[in-house]
Nanobody, 125 residues
Framework: QVQLVESGGGLVQAGGSLRLSCAASGRTSGSAMGWFRQAPGKEREFVAT????????FYTESVKGRFTISRDNAKNTVYLQMSSLKPEDTAVYYC???????????????????WGQGTQVTVAS
């Protein structure tokens, strides 16, 4: 079992920055991690994913150049540094984890086994 706890959300003005953290516990060794977000009335969407080694990283197009995913395996923590925030980034942000299997892309919510409870990010215009 893996437990995930997000933190770092809040209210920020457009153009501002936030850093989200996802603290993992349990059997996390080897797990890929992802960040997803869900705005009211919309489906959960992929934001970023990072492999266990950190050598494989992908972002959704809308956050490239603004968001950075990273991880510290010694601390069992994954981060999402968000800069140049826009009102359309407003959503509940979730982290997710799973040990990769054949065909794993890390970019679809259905691929992940474990989810955190989410943290709200609100960007005011």
């Amino acid at each position: 079992q893996v437990q995930l706890v997000e933190s770092g959300g809040g209210l920020v003005q457009a153009g501002g920055s936030l850093r989200l953290s996802c603290a993992a516990s349990g059997r996390t060794s080897g797990s890929a991690m992802g960040w997803f977000r869900q705005a009211p009335g919309k489906e959960r969407e992929f934001v970023a994913t990072i492999s266990w080694s950190g050598g494989s990283i992908f972002y959704t197009e809308s956050v490239k150049g603004r968001f950075t995913i990273s991880r510290d395996n010694a601390k069992n923590t994954v981060y999402l540094q968000m800069s140049s925030l826009k009102p359309e980034d407003t959503a509940v942000y979730y982290c997710a984890a799973r040990r990769p299997v054949l065909g794993f892309t890390g970019r679809r919510a259905a691929e992940y086994e474990y989810w955190g409870q989410g943290t709200q990010v609100t960007v005011a215009s």
